[in-house]
């Protein structure tokens, strides 16, 4: 089967720097992507890493390591408008089209 | 503006009652998806298809039923049969299933609720 852990949730103060671990198991992989989800709203895409080493995209940053099943989303110069939960997700088996698998999510609190 | 659309965004069901839930994308997109998000919860999928005419079980299809008679369209209907019905649905679109990695679009959503 497909599983991925995430913390449950995380606390960080405006301006700081913030990791979101997520560790996976997976019997085939095709990549780790991110999702961000307001309360109450659509979960919107942040990124995807396909490969091992760091993606950058504006103050996000996403990191995959395929030997340790293991990836992280770095957020940096943290504002309010960062508190949302955080999902990381897998593909699901290459038969089932773009299935995807989610995380149980963190819930970032980015506190004044 | 191209995007998917669900409907209603709050909807309530009586016991016994069948409802459904509406999602139309005008992105052109081949795939679709249904989840259901749990309170603290991550996504799981119910259904999902591929392509026109053809659709597949999630995680958690018992007691939903969809179709997909057009590209734009995948209802999903909640039956009876869905004893623990009340979750806020997010139906996404992907380009294709073909690529290895396709970005999945969501929309708003449509909580609902048992009365």
């Not at chain 1, 606390?11 to 990549?31: D, K, L, M, P």
């Not at chain 1, 760091?54 to 030997?67: D, Y």
């Not at chain 2, 999602?23 to 298809?49: F, V």
Request: proline share 4%; hydrophobic share 30%.
């Amino acid at each position: 089967g497909q599983s991925l852990e995430q913390p449950s949730e995380v606390t960080a103060v405006e301006g700081a720097i913030v990791q979101i671990n997520c560790t996976y198991q997976t019997s085939g992989f095709y990549g780790l992507s991110w999702y961000q989800q307001h309360d109450g709203g659509a979960p919107t895409f942040l990124s995807y890493n396909a490969l091992d080493g760091l993606e950058e995209t504006g103050r996000f940053s996403s990191f995959l390591s395929r030997s340790d099943s293991y990836g992280y989303l770095l957020l940096q110069e943290l504002q309010m408008k960062d508190s949302a939960s955080y999902f990381c997700a897998v593909r699901g088996e290459y038969n089932q089209g773009g299935k995807l698998i989610f995380g149980q999510g963190t819930e970032l609190s980015v506190k004044p | 503006d191209g995007g998917i659309t669900q409907s209603p965004k709050y909807l309530f069901r009586k016991e016994g009652q069948n409802v459904t839930l509406s999602c139309e994308q005008n992105l052109n997109h081949d795939a679709m998806y249904w989840y259901r998000q749990d309170p603290g919860q991550g996504l799981r999928l119910i259904y999902y298809s591929q392509i026109v005419n053809d659709f597949q079980k999630g995680d958690i299809a018992e007691g939903y039923s969809v179709s997909r008679e057009k590209k734009e369209s995948f209802p999903l209907t909640v039956t009876s049969a869905q004893k623990n019905p009340t979750a806020f649905y997010l139906c996404a679109s992907s380009i294709s299933v073909t690529g290895v990695f396709e970005t999945q679009y969501f929309g708003p959503g449509t909580r609902l609720l048992v009365l």
